[in-house]
């Protein structure tokens, strides 16, 4: 009897000291978090969900991705990386963040968002590959549907801290065979 309070006692401290629960995450997504925690406590190391994703062979989801951000949001005590620099920094695929940084510069610069053809020429992304992220994009809070906007969209209001401190700064690196990791 000892014995399983014991077990239960572990397993109940390793519930509130992570903040997880079974039912909050699927298996997926669970890995994908263990990954980012696991690579978060190297040092330097600041790897996204989307090359943490393409590191465990999972392909592109951002369904999972979404999964994993919204649980980083609310668990921010999970990792100095997340206290730090904030769970919206790890969001963004690095053609994302290509995005966003080009949105953000038009609209600081000009003032303007610009339409999809521009945006598409500009980045030499495709139209239709645009339309995806962008959505995506709208989806995690970046960006709100605007009508106002040529591009349908329109930056949030608190756009210039939305992404943490190093507003969608990224390198990424590989040493040697070693897996991609993300430094800021």
Request: net charge negative; proline share 4%; charged share 20%.
């Given at each position: 009897m000892k014995r399983l309070w014991a077990l239960g006692a572990v397993a109940t401290l390793f519930f509130v000291t992570t903040g997880a629960s079974a039912a909050e995450l699927s298996p997926r997504a669970q890995k994908v978090v263990d990954y980012l925690l696991d690579d978060w406590s190297k040092h330097m190391h600041s790897t996204g969900?989307?090359?943490?994703m393409e590191n465990l062979g999972l392909g592109p989801d951002d369904d999972l991705r979404f999964e994993v951000i919204e649980h980083f949001r609310e668990n921010t005590h999970l990792a100095n990386n997340l206290k730090f620099w904030g769970a919206n920094n790890y969001v963004f695929s690095n053609e994302e963040r290509r995005i966003a940084k080009?949105?953000?510069?038009?609209?600081?610069?000009?003032?303007?968002?610009?339409?999809?053809?521009?945006?598409?020429?500009?980045?030499?992304i495709s139209e239709a590959e645009l339309r995806g992220r962008l959505a995506f994009m709208r989806r995690v809070g970046l960006l709100v549907e605007s009508e106002n906007e040529p591009l349908g969209y329109a930056l949030t209001e608190k756009y210039a801290r939305w992404g943490g401190p190093l507003r969608h700064n990224f390198h990424t690196i590989t040493i040697g065979k070693g897996k991609p990791f993300d430094v800021w």
């Open positions: 969900i989307a090359l943490a080009y949105l953000i510069n038009a609209y600081d610069i000009g003032d303007r968002i610009p339409d999809l053809t521009e945006l598409s020429g500009r980045l030499s």
